[in-house]
T-cell receptor, first 110, second 114 residues
């Protein structure tokens, strides 16, 4: 079993839809949780981060962490074509050994 | 700041040749990470440095891989000899040791070994 599991998709939604992206993990020591966005042929860029459990909101993006279930989510409201990218979850026990999910490829159609 | 700078952007080499990838982290960042990304295995941590000292190299796949950080503004990842299965995108990332979460990634080096 991989430490971090993420459905690679692909996921295709119409513009304006709410997108839900999820990851599960097995290491209970993880306490740093992040979401990265990666456009084609670019490096990942940090989108959201959460330390320990709870929710965090930033504009159209909401990140949720449920440590009891070992489950994290990213919600994108009012999705736009410019949101089309691969979304990677990442997590770490120490913020120094970040483990990444496989990434979910998202396409938002106009 | 120009961000994390990697060179070259693309590298095509023949099997058995030595390959050197270069990285300049963001000024003031004291952690530097090397990752490898493939379709099959995703993003894998190879090695990371703190204040120019290698801390964890358990992700380095074989002795053919080596990494150095001679100063705070430069790091190299070397593969000698290279093999076709080393073909991947290699990313360098850095972060500050205080008050920040997450890493800033470079644009990567796409390595093809033929």
């Amino acid at each position: 079993q991989k430490e971090v599991e993420q459905d690679p998709g692909p996921l295709s939604v119409p513009e304006g839809a709410i997108v839900s992206l999820n990851c599960t993990y097995s290491n209970s020591a993880f306490q740093y949780f992040m979401w990265y966005r990666q456009y084609s042929r670019k490096g990942p860029e940090l989108l959201m981060y959460t330390y320990s459990s709870g929710n965090k909101e930033d504009g159209r993006f909401t990140a949720q962490v449920d440590k009891s279930s070992k489950y994290i989510s990213l919600f994108i409201r009012d999705s736009q074509p410019s949101d089309s990218a691969t979304y990677l979850c990442a997590m770490s026990a120490s913020n120094n050994d970040m483990r990444f999910g496989a990434g979910t490829r998202l396409t938002v159609k106009p | 700041d120009a961000g994390v700078i990697q060179s070259p952007r693309h590298e095509v080499t023949e099997m058995g040749q030595e390959v050197t990838l270069r990285c300049k982290p963001i000024s003031g960042h004291d952690y530097l990470f090397w990752y490898r990304q493939t379709m099959m295995r995703g993003l894998e941590l190879l090695i990371y440095f703190n204040n120019n000292v290698p801390i964890d190299d358990s992700g380095m796949p074989e002795d053919r891989f080596s990494a150095k950080m001679p100063n705070a503004s430069f790091s190299t990842l070397k593969i000698q000899p290279s093999e076709p299965r080393d073909s991947a995108v290699y990313f360098c990332a850095s972060r500050s040791g205080t008050g920040t979460y997450g890493y800033t990634f470079g644009s990567g080096t796409r390595l093809t070994v033929v």
